[in-house]
C-alpha cells in the first residue's frame, strides 16, 4: 500500500537512513514500496533523551531506521521498558508499554513508535511539561 507524505517547505525527513529536506515549496511525495521513514517531529536527538519514556522511544526508533542492526537495540529496549514498568500502577499505560513490547518483538517498530508517543505524552503530562 502506498505512503503519500505531504511536505511543507524546507521539512526534513529520514527515508531508509538518509536524511531528506524538501525544497522551498509544498509537495506531496508517494511511496510505493516499504520504507523507513521518520518525519522531523518524530526524530529524536540523542541529547533529547533525558526521561525514561524518551529511554524507551530512542532505541526503538533506531530498530525502526536500522532494522538489519534492530538486534543491538533491543537489549536497551528491553532493559529501559522493564525500569519503566516496575514504576507505573496507571492499567492503561501498562496496557500500552505490553502492546509496544509485543509490537517490537514482531518486528513492527513504527507501531511501537507511536505507543512510545503515548508514554512521552503521558510522563509530560505527569511531570507537568505538557498540560
Do not use: H, W
Not at 18 to 44: P, T, W, Y
Not at 51 to 73: N, Q, T
Amino acid at each position: 500500500m502506498p505512503l503519500k507524505l505531504s511536505l511543507k517547505p524546507g521539512e526534513k525527513f529520514v527515508l531508509n537512513g538518509a536524511v531528506v529536506q524538501n525544497g522551498d515549496r509544498r509537495c506531496s511525495l508517494v511511496l510505493q514500496n516499504k520504507a523507513s521513514v521518520l518525519r522531523e517531529k518524530d526524530i529524536m536527538q540523542e541529547n533529547e533523551v533525558n526521561s525514561p519514556a524518551r529511554r524507551i522511544y530512542f532505541p526503538v526508533m533506531m530498530m525502526y531506521l536500522d532494522e538489519g542492526g534492530a538486534a543491538k537495540y533491543q537489549e536497551e529496549f528491553l532493559l529501559r521498558m522493564n525500569d519503566f514498568v516496575g514504576v507505573i500502577s496507571n492499567p492503561e499505560i501498562l496496557q500500552n508499554c505490553v502492546a509496544i513490547s509485543r509490537a517490537v518483538m514482531a518486528g513492527e517498530y513504527y507501531k511501537a513508535l507511536m505507543g512510545c508517543r503515548k508514554l512521552i505524552d503521558y510522563e509530560d503530562i505527569r511531570l507537568g511539561t505538557k498540560e
